[in-house]
């Protein structure tokens, strides 16, 4: 049962991530969501787009604790973590 709290959780932050992402593409950019993608990788800027998406899970994390879902905020907490990882690989490589 805590495992699948836990996914539940994970994957709820990597969708809140993957919108967050989406609704600044959408909001903030004149380009398409493809060019604004394309553009972000030609001008390195891949990191600083995930990391603007990820503001969501500030939501997701505090609306689970607030209603004492503990380990699907654990889940939110993991898929935050995978983020910040992957704008690491970003900004390195």
Same mark, same amino acid.
């Given at each position: 049962?805590?495992?699948? *709290?836990? &996914?539940? /959780?994970?994957?709820? /932050?990597?969708?809140?991530?993957?919108?967050?992402? +989406? =609704?600044? %593409?959408?909001?903030? @950019? #004149?380009? @398409?969501?493809? *060019?604004?993608? &394309?553009?972000?990788?030609?001008?390195?800027?891949? /990191?600083?787009? =995930?990391?603007?998406? $990820?503001?969501?899970? &500030?939501?997701? !994390? !505090?609306?689970?604790?607030?209603?004492?879902? #503990? +380990?699907? $905020?654990? /889940?939110?907490?993991?898929?935050?973590?995978?983020?910040?990882?992957? %704008?690491?690989?970003?900004?390195?490589?």
């Amino acid at each position: 049962m805590n495992k699948k *709290e836990i &996914l539940i /959780g994970f994957v709820t /932050g990597i969708i809140a991530n993957t919108i967050g992402t +989406l =609704l600044y %593409i959408i909001i903030f @950019s #004149d380009l @398409s969501i493809k *060019e604004t993608y &394309l553009a972000a990788v030609s001008q390195g800027h891949v /990191g600083s787009l =995930l990391a603007l998406g $990820a503001v969501l899970n &500030l939501a997701a !994390f !505090f609306g689970f604790l607030k209603i004492k879902r #503990d +380990l699907r $905020a654990r /889940g939110v907490l993991i898929a935050t973590l995978l983020t910040a990882l992957l %704008i690491m690989y970003y900004k390195i490589f």
